[in-house]
């Protein structure tokens, strides 16, 4: 994207500031940004002033309400509203103000919950999904199937991806409301701070997940971006266009806690409630898409882990609440 303005919807997340922070790296960009005070991406009408008034050159649409199997059972009409809503006004609004080009991004909570493992881009909408994430589920694929049907209908070249379970520097450590990696590292440094000798985890530790650091996302991301278009649409399909972001590779989620409590010298005993759901028992993705065109992941899971750690200890204080 040389030489382009491009607008970064959740600049501020950590998803997005990963990618803001390549994107100031490059000669020729122009970054332009707004933090949710100063536009609600789900007020239609000031997103439309916003696009028309900078008209940028190309959107990345990483803004989204997220949050980990609580959050997503506390709150599904939120889930399912703000994203629809966020989704609805950017890309059209994009759309309308001449914006070519648009990236947006999804999750793996796409596929259905009983879907063949690892997960291919074909697999969508094959099966019913898992249900206590159906609602984010639902707005990601809408916003799928909108960036294809606008590429149809108006030849526009707005792509999207999927990413698996993202963690790293800017993740969200939430007591209640985090996803599993933060939630996990937030709960063993503090019993291994507080002395306590057992840490309860959700779940039978059983289920299978696959976890990319941020840094690495925002990578995919852009080379997924800088594409040529004839390269994106000969990998993919006119209504199957989406490519799958991830390691490849996924581990238990005891193995995960066990990972953790290394990395924050937890020595006690870790204990699994099995009353408390488990969700999807695995999420793997195929990346073998990606992988043919040129990209694969590179940090080490524990390096990452590591660093997803130093960052929480400098930046704990914004979560004891």
Not at 84 to 98: E, K, R, S
Request: net charge neutral; hydrophobic share 40%; proline share 5%.
């Amino acid at each position: 994207m040389p030489n382009a303005k491009v607008y970064v919807a959740g600049h501020k997340g950590m998803v997005g500031s990963a990618i803001l922070r390549r994107l100031a790296a490059r000669n020729g960009i122009e970054l332009l940004t707004r933090s949710h005070a100063e536009l609600d991406l789900t007020d239609q009408s000031a997103v439309r002033a916003f696009m028309e008034a900078e008209r940028p050159d190309a959107v990345i649409l990483a803004a989204a309400k997220v949050g980990g199997i609580h959050a997503n059972a506390s709150y599904p009409a939120e889930f399912i509203y703000q994203n629809l809503m966020i989704q609805n006004n950017v890309i059209h609004q994009a759309y309308a103000a001449g914006v070519g080009r648009l990236l947006f991004l999804g999750s793996s909570c796409i596929y259905p919950r009983a879907v063949p493992q690892p997960m291919r881009e074909d697999a969508l909408l094959t099966g019913v999904l898992e249900p206590t994430n159906e609602p984010y589920a639902i707005a990601k694929i809408a916003g799928i199937k909108m960036c294809e049907s606008y590429n149809r209908q108006y030849g526009v070249d707005y792509r999207s991806v999927m990413p698996t379970n993202l963690f790293g520097p800017g993740d969200s450590f939430h007591a209640q409301n985090s996803h599993v990696m933060p939630a996990l590292l937030r709960r063993f440094h503090e019993a291994a701070r507080a002395g306590t000798t057992e840490v309860v985890v959700w779940g039978s530790g059983t289920p299978r997940r696959e976890f990319l650091y941020v840094d690495d996302m925002a990578e995919a991301a852009l080379f997924v971006m800088d594409l040529p278009r004839e390269v994106y649409e000969a990998n993919t399909e006119p209504m199957l266009s989406h490519i799958n972001v991830g390691t490849g590779e996924d581990m238990s989620i005891a193995e995960l806690a066990q990972a953790v409590a290394r990395v924050t010298g937890f020595a006690g005993r870790i204990v699994y409630d099995k009353s408390k759901p488990d969700g999807t028992p695995r999420k793997l993705m195929d990346v073998s898409r990606l992988a043919d065109m040129g990209w694969t992941a590179q940090t080490p899971f524990e390096d990452a882990l590591q660093s997803t750690y130093r960052w929480y200890l400098r930046n704990e204080g914004a979560w004891r609440a």
